[in-house]
Nanobody, 115 residues
Framework: QVQLVESGGGLVQAGGSLRLSCAASGSTESINVIGWYRQAPGKQRELVGSISSGGITVYADTVKGRFTISRDNAKNTVYLQMNTLKPEDTAVYYC?????????WGQGTQVTVSS
């Protein structure tokens, strides 16, 4: 099993930056892809981006060029650097991984961007 814990959320003004962290524990040796998702009030959860164990990243068009995902395998931690934040980035952000066909989610961290 894998446990994921997000941190780093908060309140920021539009144009500002935040860095979220996703710390993994448990059976981390088999973790490959870790994804970042977000869910705004009244909306479906959407993929923000992901990173493979080899460092290959994929981003949603809405965040491309503003958000950067990185990982520190020694610390079993994945980061989401968010720059030039917009009010529409306001959401609860979750990290996720799939292992043995089971989905693992963190508890989420709230990001609020004020205009």
């Amino acid at each position: 099993q894998v446990q994921l814990v997000e941190s780093g959320g908060g309140l920021v003004q539009a144009g500002g930056s935040l860095r979220l962290s996703c710390a993994a524990s448990g059976s981390t040796e088999s973790i490959n892809v870790i994804g970042w998702y977000r869910q705004a009030p009244g909306k479906q959860r959407e993929l923000v981006g992901s990173i493979s164990s080899g460092g290959i990243t994929v981003y949603a068009d809405t965040v491309k060029g503003r958000f950067t995902i990185s990982r520190d395998n020694a610390k079993n931690t994945v980061y989401l650097q968010m720059n030039t934040l917009k009010p529409e980035d306001t959401a609860v952000y979750y990290c996720n991984t799939v292992q043995n066909n089971l989905f693992y989610w963190g508890q989420g961290t709230q990001v609020t961007v004020s205009s």
